[in-house]
């Protein structure tokens, strides 16, 4: 049997062994035959199928929005006007989170300049911020 093992499969595709096989639990990808030593054997249409979802995500569309795109592209049937409305909503989407995102980076900067490289990791800012230990960088970083 001819085809591409799971490691030349996430080369190709230029992703992880593990983002393959998340890619495959979610549905991204349909699970694979395999060899009688039990290898996953992927043929070419899965390396297209990594690269477009690759690209999707470099286009910050999660992998619940990729789903959709993902079919339409497989079945050769859809139309472009509905890859499009998807699209406008993506777009749509990130105008509306542009100001929330702006307010961030003045955020993460504080964060970062109160973090001291040379102590433990356990009195790092950052980390207290993520565990909700702190309140001190204002409403933009707390719930």
């Known amino acids: 049997m001819r085809g591409y093992r799971i490691g030349t499969l996430a080369k190709a595709g230029g992703v992880g062994v593990d983002t393959v096989r998340q890619y495959e639990r979610v549905g991204l990808i349909a699970p694979p035959p395999r060899t009688a030593a039990g290898y996953r054997r992927y043929g070419e249409k899965d ?11 470099e286009l910050v569309f999660s992998l619940e929005e990729l ?7 497989a079945s050769g049937s859809a139309r472009a006007a509905d890859v499009l409305a998807i699209t406008q909503g993506k777009i749509a989407k990130l105008r509306m989170r542009m100001p929330e995102l702006a307010d961030l980076e ?8 109160d973090c001291q490289p040379a ?5 790092c800012p950052i980390l ?3 565990d909700g230990l702190s309140q001190a960088f204002g409403p933009e970083l707390n719930d």
């Open 119 to 123: 102590s433990p990791a356990s009195e």
């Open 128 to 130: 207290a911020h993520l």
């Open 67 to 73: 789903a959709t795109p993902l079919e339409m592209y």
């Open 106 to 113: 003045p955020a993460l900067i504080r964060l970062a300049d």
């Open 47 to 57: 390396v297209g199928r990594l690269r477009f979802i690759r690209r999707g995500r």
